[in-house]
């Protein structure tokens, strides 16, 4: 019953287990979520020598639950002059695809909730492109310039970054041979290195690259709030800006995730379980990005897009041909 | 029932076809042209869908990555930098329209006609199309084994194309 990634996924009891592990996936994503956005507060709080939550539970373990009990009982608005239909359907779009591509991270080294598929890094790039219609819409249908502009800003930032983060991956599928992240995993343990070694290049452009996809600080221009009140999401309120906010963090999981299935090796490592190992990598990545929050300025939009263009995609492509060669002459 | 095996993946043709059908019918009889947009990023999912179903995952990923993700994409930048309002006038029955109504009612009936007429192999269900390696490997052996010609002639024809596009749109730019 639990081996529905090798067997057909659509007979008998097969389906039951694939629908049981889609619902333990979301649930352990929402837990996720819910202590990255108090991890965030917390963390930035200490840098910026402040405490940071401390009033509800515990620590302020319970800030954020307390946080989205709010936003699920605060009132609906559809502005008047919206576009009703795209504007309740736009959430709805952007989170699917941020939950799916959690199907194919794998967690641990036995794995009943990971999707083997054949083709995991390349359903990761193309599914978190459904996203941006999902913010783009949003912005497009709230009928307000600033959420029009922070729709178009996230859409043009987006799909420019995907390029250079689907490149930079190129190298880590060509030294693994294959698109299976359970595979890269095993090529990795095979091989005795991780492959942020000898993909040093690109492992940079692949966390720039991560960064500007998840909208974060240095490229969180969808959502500068001093320039543009806040972005594509402006109009929205209550559960349906909390569905835009899940998305993101789950992007920011989910990615992290990926970063450390592709370039750190995934659940692999000494003496402690795998899922411990992969929740360690995971959770350096988050660190780092709050770090950076904490630390770096905004990037002026007109670099914006010259950055991707003309610095990542030069170097994610120089680092795939300097993996090809070696790859052709080493073996 | 019909004549059909009623296995799962069956069942799942079934619902992803009357899906994609759902989304065509709405992509034509929506007024306003972003809805259009989206019925047809619909129809593109859907058929992504039928090729996982086929066991042709790659090439399932890669109408997400291209037709889903950047092409509606591109569709709808394209009618956010025009016009806010866009919407069809409603349908007529001009000359033109009748006469495009009886050449789509023709071609149906042609193309009805030759599938019909056609004998397609019977292969067995179960039957392997990757011959027993992951889906992007068989692909990957196909291409650069049998077709490496005619892929090479394809990736030259996009290099024009994308040279091209980038000179039309130079010119239009010194124009003004």
């Known amino acids: 019953m639990w081996d529905w990634q090798n067997a057909s996924p659509l007979t008998g009891l097969n389906f039951v287990a694939m629908v049981v592990g889609a619902v333990v996936v979301l649930a352990i994503g929402l837990g996720v979520v819910t202590y990255t956005i108090y991890a965030e507060r917390k963390v930035i709080g200490w840098m910026q020598g402040r405490i940071g939550p401390n009033r509800v539970g515990p620590f302020g373990l319970l800030q954020s639950i307390a946080d989205i009990v709010k936003l699920l009982i605060k009132e609906d608005v559809v502005p008047e002059r919206a576009d009703r239909v795209l504007f309740l359907l736009a959430p709805v779009i952007a989170f699917i695809p941020s939950f799916m591509v959690l199907a194919v991270i794998p967690f641990s080294a036995r794995h009943p909730f990971t999707a083997n598929l054949a083709v995991g890094a390349l359903y990761y790039i193309a599914l978190s492109a459904i996203t941006i219609h999902g913010v783009m819409l949003g912005g497009w249908a709230s009928n307000n310039k600033y959420a029009l502009i922070g729709g178009m800003r996230s859409a043009a930032q987006m799909l420019s970054y995907e390029v250079p983060l689907g490149l930079s991956l190129v190298g880590v599928i060509l030294m693994a041979g294959s698109l299976n992240l359970n595979d890269i995993v095993e090529a990795q343990a095979r091989s005795g290195w991780w492959y942020i070694v000898p993909q040093f290049l690109g492992f940079c452009v692949f966390l720039v690259a991560a960064t500007a996809e998840l909208n974060r600080t240095p490229f969180d221009l969808p959502e500068a709030e001093s320039e543009l009140v806040a972005g594509y999401h402006v109009e929205y309120t209550g559960f349906r800006f909390a569905f835009f906010m899940l998305t993101e963090y789950l992007y920011l999981f989910a990615m992290g995730g990926l970063m450390a299935t592709l370039f750190l090796g995934g659940w692999t490592g000494p003496w402690l379980p795998g899922w411990l190992w992969f929740a360690i990598k995971v959770f350096a990545f988050i660190f780092f990005q709050f770090w950076l929050r904490a630390t770096m300025p905004r990037i002026r939009v007109d670099q914006l897009m010259s950055f991707s263009w003309k610095v990542l995609l030069p170097l994610a492509l120089l680092n795939l041909v300097v993996t090809a060669v070696l790859k052709a002459f080493l073996s | ?176």
């Not at chain 2, 069942?11 to 992509?27: G, N, R």
């Not at chain 2, 390696?133 to 005619?150: D, I, R």
């Open chain 2, 1 to 176: 029932m019909l004549g059909l095996a009623w296995t799962p993946p069956m069942i799942a043709f079934l619902v992803i076809s009357l899906l994609i059908l759902v989304c065509a019918i709405m992509a034509i009889s929506f007024r306003k042209v972003i809805y259009m947009a989206l019925a047809i990023g619909g129809v593109f999912l859907g058929c992504a869908a039928v090729y996982i179903l086929l066991g042709a995952e790659f090439v399932g990923a890669a109408q997400i990555l291209i037709y889903a993700g950047a092409i509606t994409i591109l569709i709808m930048f394209a009618i956010m930098l025009t016009n806010h309002e866009a919407e069809e006038p409603p349908a007529a029955w001009s000359v033109r329209n009748i006469a495009a109504a009886v050449g789509c009612v023709l071609l149906g009936v042609t193309l009805y006609a030759v599938i019909r007429s056609q004998s397609w192999p019977h292969g067995a269900a179960g039957a392997d199309v990757n011959q027993g390696q992951s889906n992007p490997v068989a692909v990957g052996l196909a291409l650069f084994q049998h077709y490496t010609v005619p892929f090479e002639l394809v990736s030259l024809l996009l290099i024009v194309a994308l040279v091209g596009a980038v000179i039309l749109a130079q010119e239009r730019k010194e124009d003004e």
